[in-house]
């Protein structure tokens, strides 16, 4: 018995409706010492990293010097014909099971992450400056530069002083946006596991803050201005500040 086309694809679009879906949309101050903050953002379905832009090492993504007022720059990935073609038909949908081109997504910004992007879920990550180099030397090696520094724009973004730019890695059903973003995570030092879904990811953030005061846990958490968001009666941490020695479950 075949079945039906729309179970046949609801995989597929999940995985791609997770990486198209814009930012509701903006960070806070460096604070000086042991750690750097960046910030998990959750859109509807997708997942993007903001850092603070003044704490980029030199020679790292001079991308970032195409923003010169932004305080933080939030960086996101997903299917090139998808997420910056817009190409979200049948068709589209059906490409992106195999391994294809995809994007990154820059926007640059001022303020509070948590004010910035009111209508999302922020949570702020707390990681030590070499875990902070690791993250920008994985996000700086995902541009497909073509032996030009800085990599060339597509275009503009979605939102705000925001710019598409190629990546050199491959979009797959299994490599989605958030598994992108949660190998970012990795790299900072940051315990996270891969998830093909924006809940996935989120859901393991989560996991950190509660696990912030257990005795014994990997880590030491500080929480450091929470917010909360509502959805369905349910509340959770807006902008929780954590250390990447701890583990997500």
């Given amino acids: 018995m075949l079945l039906p ?8 679009l999940l995985a791609l409706w997770a990486c198209a ?5 903006p960070p806070q101050r460096l604070e000086g010492g042991a750690v750097i903050p960046i910030y998990l953002v959750a859109h509807d379905g997708h997942t993007g990293i903001a850092v603070p832009r003044a704490a980029i090492p030199a020679g790292e ?22 997420y910056y073609g817009r190409n979200q038909g049948l068709w589209g949908t059906l490409n992106a099971m195999l391994p294809s081109p995809s994007v990154l997504h820059v926007a640059g910004f001022r303020g509070s992450p948590a004010d910035y992007f009111r209508a999302s879920e922020v949570i702020e990550l707390a990681v030590p400056a070499d875990g902070f180099e690791r993250l920008i ?3 700086h090696a ?4 073509a032996g030009t520094l800085p990599a060339t724009a597509l275009g503009p973004g979605l939102y705000g002083d925001s710019r598409f730019y190629p990546a050199s890695q491959s979009f797959h059903l299994f ?9 970012a995570l990795r790299a900072a030092g940051l315990q996270f596991h891969d998830s093909l879904t924006m809940e996935g990811l989120m859901s393991q953030a989560r996991r950190m803050y509660e696990l912030r005061s257990q005795p014994g846990s990997l880590g030491h ?25 701890q583990s997500a479950l």
Wanted: hydrophobic share 40%.
């Fill in 137 to 139: 030397g994985y996000i």
């Fill in 142 to 145: 995902a541009y497909e530069r």
């Fill in 21 to 25: 879906a814009p930012p509701a949309g």
């Fill in 175 to 183: 490599r989605t946006c958030n598994v992108w973003v949660a190998q």
């Fill in 221 to 245: 958490a500080v929480t450091s201005g929470v917010r909360f968001w509502e959805s369905a009666g349910v509340r959770f941490p807006r902008a929780t500040r954590l250390s990447s020695g």
């Fill in 5 to 12: 086309k729309a179970m046949l694809l609801a995989p597929i």
């Fill in 61 to 82: 993504g001079p991308e970032s010097r195409e923003f010169p007022q932004a305080e933080y720059l939030e960086v996101g990935w997903g299917h090139r014909d998808y």
